[in-house]
């Protein structure tokens, strides 16, 4: 009785607290490493992303495509449209330069203002949608994020990653069917496309296809072994399932790859631990959970105490 009433625990935890992430560009390196990150900084030379707040630098004579493109064509073909408000042809780049630099720096209103100026610069230049869209993405503005995916699709049909962050959007809406169809049009149109394999793989978690879910999750991790999302999504699958072995195996992967990521999967990784009647490493993941600030459900607290016979 006393597992079965730990797995509702996990799956409140996991179905409310998934985080939704968006995406930016997806490198594909001549050593066959994926890599996805912000796009930061672009010269002739080289590239910086962000990498989950780490800059990190690729030349562009080590890289093989950016989002299935040769790394010396331009990233969206939007740079090569005219410029139809302002003359100046670098304004409305100095302005999405600008936007990605506040974004980079989690300064969301700033980032937004600029996209903004770039798109009155240069209504055609689809990546300042994309981007833009991802700002909103990230601030829970999923109708106007869709939006502006939408708009960068309509002008560039083939921008894979706009089609990955509109199912990003969705899912953050509850639109899974939605999600899937946007992230399998990526899949299509890019194979390779680690983030759109999450997108879809967090999609069919929530519809229930654990087993879809588990495929397309760890897809997403053959293609990028540092896909820390794709470990919690597929980790929260084989709770769903039972399998807390697995689970665990996966939250723990993700700790190592980002060990202040989210309080969520101590908590989550305390719960199989519970379901498992290991006590003492449940208590030691609640109190990892809670320096880092997250309040742990009352509930899972009070059976904790009962099963183990101990206080915090």
């Known amino acids: 009785m006393m597992v079965i009433k730990s797995r509702s625990f996990i799956l409140l935890t996991l179905i409310f607290c998934l985080p939704q992430l968006s995406f930016s560009e997806t490198i594909l390196l001549k050593s066959g490493k994926t890599v996805e990150g912000k796009l930061v900084e672009k010269t002739d030379k080289y590239i910086k992303i962000d990498f989950y707040g780490v800059p990190v630098i690729y030349y562009f004579e080590e890289i093989a495509s ?30 999405f330069d600008k936007g990605t630099l506040y974004l980079s720096k989690n300064e969301y209103e700033q980032a937004i203002a600029e996209y903004t100026k770039a798109i009155r610069l240069n209504p055609k230049y689809s990546k300042a949608y994309g981007y833009r869209g991802i700002v909103y993405n990230i601030k829970g503005n999923f109708d106007q994020a869709i939006s502006d995916f939408t708009k960068a699709i ?9 089609y990955a962050d509109r199912g990003s959007a969705h899912n953050g809406k509850g639109e899974f069917d939605q999600a899937i169809s946007d992230s399998t049009k990526a899949i299509e149109l890019y194979p390779n496309h680690a983030g759109a394999y999450k997108v879809r793989g967090y999609a069919y ?40 072995d697995q689970a665990i195996s996966d939250y723990t992967k993700s700790l190592a790859l980002s060990p202040n990521h989210n309080a969520l999967v101590y908590t989550n990784r305390a719960m199989a631990y ?13 109190q990892k959970a809670k320096s880092l600030g997250y309040s ?12 183990s016979g101990q206080a915090e």
């Open 205 to 244: 978690y929530a519809k229930g296809n654990f087993d879809q879910a588990i495929s397309d999750c760890t897809k997403a991790i053959e293609l990028n072994s540092n896909e820390v999302e794709s470990y919690i999504y597929r980790a929260s699958a084989y709770i769903s399932k039972g399998d807390f």
């Open 66 to 95: 950016i989002d299935g493109k040769a790394p010396a064509q331009p990233l969206e073909t939007a740079e090569t449209l005219p410029i139809e408000v302002d003359q100046n042809p670098y304004k409305y780049k100095e302005a």
């Open 274 to 286: 519970y379901a498992k009647q290991e006590y003492d490493k449940a208590w030691s993941d609640v």
């Open 154 to 162: 309509e002008l560039s049909p083939g921008y894979v990653v706009a």
């Open 296 to 307: 742990i459900p009352a509930e899972f607290i009070d059976a904790l105490r009962q099963a």
